[in-house]
């Protein structure tokens, strides 16, 4: 054990194994690159980074990666014109960290090496990814957009799509009131003269679960409660109501997010949609397919006739059914079969087979989860069909939204993925950041102590072989 005489003038004793070394010349208000402290280990990094943060400097680097604290409160003059002018061109380093130090470089390299660059913005949930990339893409924007084109740019409408992909891929979570529930991969497309000539957004991962599972504190995603609270004419029109009536909303007692008026938000999205170029048809024929989910999810079964099979348990359910076919403009018959019946495909011809109601209820969510994931892929491709991609662009500029490992008290395979998705961005992370540099110092015979890392390709490398 050791005696520890700590800044604030206690005396501590602890372990040996648990303390570690201070930096006494470290200035008070933090280091602006980590590879500047004397003794690199956790404690300390962190205790740099709170440092900073006190004085309301948010970012700091590590070498050139940049870490971004979450303020969570606008900071307007950091994202400002004049801020952006004064990173244009200067060199990396020579400015305080910021994330427009990082998307310069990236748009220099780009240029001046002629490749291809991509950001990785990663983080848990709620720390900021999604905000950063918006910011991000503003740079660019301010780099690379043109002044003067008639029309809406490609950048304006690559952010404007912001608020329409928020609207059904977004939900209110633990961690975050406005958490993006899916992966982000826009590419922004660039000509020979390093303008902007086309862009490109491609999701991964919508968690599709949320569709019809959702506990307390959370929400489903805001497309249901923003319909829910649009203007009486659509509520009627769409035959939706109060959010408590359904079940895919009324599993947890959260209908409301602090500081967000749904009622508002529909005519945004509405008005955004209008902008991404999504028309008034195909907006209706959207919000008919939100409110069919919402019905499908209050459809309930009973035990049937026969061994095994089930039938629409009331009056109510047969009224759902009925609403949910007149707004998916399909056959009632044929959706309660779909739902109340299994075909199953064999070589000598198909073969129906009658549901139980639990493994109705199982394809009720299964088709309403399904219906929604495409839907929203279905307006993911018609951002990108309207904002326009160059088949003839000479580079792009990726930025990677995505979101970072979970665990929950219960994992699913949705769990699986993601985390398999960071482990792999880990990799490509050590790869260039431990692994290369080991090597180089190896082969330049450079005296240096090996940095211990925990390495999970050989996980990673079992579940692909699967
Ligand atoms: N640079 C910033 N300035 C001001 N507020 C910020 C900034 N970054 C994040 N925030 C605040 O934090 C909230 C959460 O940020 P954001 O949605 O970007 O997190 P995220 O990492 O994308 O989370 P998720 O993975 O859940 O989608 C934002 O709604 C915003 O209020």
């Known amino acids: 054990d ?44 962190l205790h740099n980074l709170a440092c900073r943060y006190g004085l309301n400097e948010i970012y700091t680097y590590t070498g050139n990666i940049l870490i971004a604290v979450n303020p969570f409160q606008r900071l307007p003059h950091l994202y400002d014109v004049h801020m952006m002018e004064q990173y244009k061109g200067a060199t990396f380093g020579e400015l305080s960290p910021h994330l427009f130090a990082i998307a310069d470089s990236c748009y220099r390299a780009m240029i001046n090496e002629h490749g291809s660059q991509s950001i990785l913005v990663s983080g848990e949930s709620g720390a900021g990814k999604t905000e ?10 301010f780099m690379g957009g043109r002044s003067g084109t008639e029309g809406r740019t490609v950048e304006q409408q690559v ?40 862009a490109a957004v491609r999701t991964y991962l919508l968690e599709r679960s949320r569709v019809c599972q959702v506990s307390d504190p959370e929400r489903n995603y805001h497309c249901f409660y923003m319909l829910c609270s649009a203007p009486p004419e659509d509520v009627k029109r769409f ?61 309930n079964f009973s035990k ?27 056959d009632e018959k044929l959706l309660e079969d ?36 495409r839907l929203f ?28 490992f979970e665990s929950f008290k219960v994992n699913s395979f949705e769990q699986l993925c993601i985390n398999m998705t960071n482990e792999k961005l880990q990799q490509h992370f050590n790869q260039h950041v431990f692994k290369m540099e080991q090597e180089e110092y190896t082969r330049d015979e450079i005296d240096w102590s090996y940095v211990e890392f925990v390495d999970n390709q050989d996980v990673l490398d079992l579940i692909e072989k699967i």
């Open 304 to 330: 049937g006739k026969e061994i095994d099979s089930s039938r629409l348990r009331d009056e109510k359910s047969i009224n759902h059914l009925k609403i949910v076919a007149e707004l998916l403009m399909c």
């Open 338 to 373: 779909s739902l109340c019946q299994r075909v199953i495909v064999t070589p000598d011809g198909n073969i129906t087979k009658p549901l139980d109601p639990d493994s109705a209820l199982q394809s009720r969510d299964a088709l309403a989860k399904t219906v929604y994931s």
């Open 132 to 141: 950063t990339t918006k910011m991000l893409m503003r740079y660019l924007a």
């Open 377 to 404: 892929d279905w307006i993911v491709d018609k951002i990108n069909n309207s904002i326009g991609q160059d088949p003839d662009a000479i580079s792009i500029i990726g930025v990677l939204d995505i979101y970072g």
């Open 239 to 299: 035959k939706v109501g109060n959010p408590r009536s359904f079940h895919y909303l009324n599993q947890t007692s959260c209908y409301e997010v602090a500081n967000v008026d749904d009622a508002r938000e529909y005519l945004e999205t509405r008005n955004a949609m209008d902008i991404v170029g999504i028309s008034q048809e195909e907006q209706d024929a959207i919000f008919r397919v939100v409110a069919a989910i919402l019905h499908l999810g209050n459809i």
């Open 2 to 45: 050791v005696t520890v005489a700590t800044t604030n003038g206690k005396t501590v004793v602890a372990s040996l194994a648990s303390i570690y070394p201070k930096d006494t010349e470290a200035p008070p208000a933090g280091v602006d690159d980590m590879t500047k402290l004397a003794y690199l280990h956790e404690p300390g990094v």
């Open 159 to 198: 952010l404007e799509s912001n608020p329409v992909l928020e609207a059904f891929g977004n939900a209110k979570t633990v961690k975050n009131n406005n958490s993006s529930r899916f992966g982000k991969f826009v590419e922004i497309q660039f000509d020979k003269y390093g303008k902007i000539s086309g």
